[in-house]
């Protein structure tokens, strides 16, 4: 890269590069992170130490893997990647509302990255996990103050991130376009920017009173000085739990996009999708934290309470799925490597959904609550269904982006590797976790039958680490070798495929559209008439790609 492409990309406010920056970055914390898993199940593989006899070293990757994970790798991916790439485009925005606060966003998302990453050279690495909780990160003698640092930057990134984006879908829609016009994918990005604007500023706060506990002598969450450590993490969790919606919105937005365009349907039941299932969501998260604290001691009538709340989630969660089902009810599918992930999701939300009701149950989840039957179910839920989302996304608009198809043997043997790794990594976890395999421990010896599980866990764990090679390095070769794709290779009706060509430039319109009451990005059923309903028609879905 010459010097001045490299000044272009470092001081740009053009939202498509801004969006590819957050594509590398959370890429690269993936990437980390997930050596991190490689590292944990290792450990786990036999008993006794396997590869350390340190216990602080394995909290070390424990914190890495799930703080990266979470807040370095799928809140940015598809509030930073996706929503900064594509929200605009959809929207026949020509950039977003702050341009410059857009690219003070992802330096501080950058500062972030490197922060955590200095925590492998520092001599008192963070160890207190990706929750932080005290008394323990209050009294280790590792570096707090960097798991604290790191969550500012990143809580003040997506803060600034999340007043872009909604004032840009408020102002910058293209003349025309009414809310009921949008796409499904830019409504659950609306609603993860809400749910952040809410919540952030109680993590920041936690996370801040923690750091004046260790440092400054304060006592918080001192019960000796008056404090509660209980109250760390009520305010902890009245975050985490609808970040876990920041997630899982965007990520159903991504593949209700492709399974519109790949079936050449509308979505199913829209309205009830957008108001009863998107928005349900965000007005009941915030009820639902408590499961987190089920055995951390509360009033049995709170316990109840919150039992209700978390149960009901699941009716506007229920409303979402059954679109998705919906939308693929009697289509003629394209099938291609987005369509397989997307597919895939289906599969990973059933699991991970039947598997969380048995945690917001009291009479079960005391039984269930500190074992590895958690975070096999987290993992379902949230992690690998929010990863496959976004990885079907980027093979849906990676010739929109780079004007190249992914699509190939490669790609689909990475989509085998990693569907199978991941039901052969976490199906065992949830046997033992049910048998009472504690989480987060370094050793098990006191239950020497359950180690056959974790060395097919960790079997499991190297094929998803071979598939995600796999599906990287063939994201790289096809951005430069990729067979050449034309403009709306999917015969998509969405703003961002008709109107703007591949690798869009800055201003990504050439002409920037406007919209009839009657357009759709889902009108499938009459495509002329709907295409028709635009004042620039924008680009011919057969162009034959230029060589």
């Known amino acids: 890269m010459t010097s001045q492409a490299f000044k272009e990309w470092f001081f740009t406010t053009d939202h498509k590069r801004i969006g590819i920056m957050y594509l590398v970055g959370s890429m690269a914390a993936f990437v980390v992170a997930g050596l991190m898993a490689l590292l944990i199940r290792l450990e786990q593989s036999n008993l006794g130490p396997t590869i350390t006899d340190n216990p602080n070293e394995y909290n070390s990757w424990l914190y890495f893997h799930g703080a990266a994970m979470v807040l370095a790798f799928l809140i940015p991916g598809l509030t930073g990647f996706f929503a900064n790439y594509f929200l ?54 590792t570096n707090t103050a960097f798991y604290v640092f790191t969550v500012h930057l990143l809580g ?20 025309g376009m009414g809310w009921n016009q949008l796409n499904i994918f830019t409504w659950t990005t609306v609603a993860a920017f809400v749910l952040q604007l809410i919540f952030i500023p109680v993590l920041a706060s936690a996370v801040t009173m923690l750091l004046f506990d260790k440092y400054l002598g304060t006592s918080f969450f001192n019960p000796e000085a008056g404090g509660d450590v209980l109250l760390y993490q009520n305010l902890f969790w ?18 209700f996009e492709i399974f519109a365009t790949m079936c050449k349907n509308r979505v199913f039941n829209y309205k009830a999708c957008v108001y009863g299932g998107i928005w349900g969501i965000v007005g009941i998260s915030g009820f639902v934290w408590i499961h987190h604290l089920y055995v951390s001691g509360m009033p049995d009538w709170l316990r109840i309470g919150q039992m209700v709340t978390t149960l009901l989630i699941s009716v506007p969660v229920g409303l979402m799925v059954m679109s998705m089902w919906g939308t693929l009810y009697r289509a003629a599918i394209t099938f291609n490597t987005g369509m397989l992930y997307a597919i895939s999701c289906l599969f990973l939300v059933l699991s991970g959904g039947l598997t969380g009701i048995p945690l917001a149950l009291t009479a079960i989840t005391v039984h269930l609550s500190e074992t590895s039957f958690v975070h096999a179910h987290f993992h379902f839920i949230m992690a690998m269904f929010s990863a496959f989302a976004m990885f079907a996304g980027i093979y849906y608009w990676f010739p929109k982006m780079f004007g190249r198809y992914a699509d190939g043997k490669w790609a689909t043997t990475g989509f085998i590797f990693n569907i199978i790794g991941v039901h052969v990594t976490f199906i065992p976890l949830f046997i033992v976790g049910v048998e009472g395999m504690p989480r987060r421990y370094w050793d098990y010896q006191m239950f020497p039958q359950f180690e056959p599980y974790h060395q097919v866990a960790t079997v499991g764990a190297f094929m998803v680490a071979t ?20 403009e709306n290779p999917w015969k998509s009706c969405s703003m961002e495929w008709t109107h703007a060509p591949n690798c869009p430039q800055a201003g990504n319109f050439p002409n920037p559209p406007s919209v ?32």
């Open 238 to 255: 009245f975050y985490s739990h609808p970040a876990v919606y920041v997630i899982f919105l965007p990520a159903c937005g991504i593949l």
């Open 156 to 175: 003040f990134s997506s803060v600034l991130g999340a007043v872009n984006f909604l004032v840009t879908v408020i102002y910058m829609r293209a003349p």
């Open 516 to 547: 009839q009451p009657e357009w759709t990005p889902y009108g499938y059923d009459d495509r002329e008439a709907n295409m028709a309903a635009t004042t620039d028609p924008g680009y011919p879905t057969d162009a034959k790609p230029a060589e």
């Open 467 to 486: 598939g995600m090679a796999i599906t990287i390095l063939n994201w790289v070769h096809s951005a430069f070798k990729g067979k050449v794709a034309p």
């Open 88 to 141: 605009p485009l959809m929207i026949g925005a020509q950039d977003v509302a702050f341009p410059r606060i857009n690219a003070f966003s992802i330096w501080l998302f950058y500062g972030a990255i490197i922060l955590a990453l200095l925590s492998f050279v520092i001599p008192d690495a963070p160890d207190v996990m990706w929750t932080g909780y005290p008394p323990y990160s209050v009294t280790t003698t």
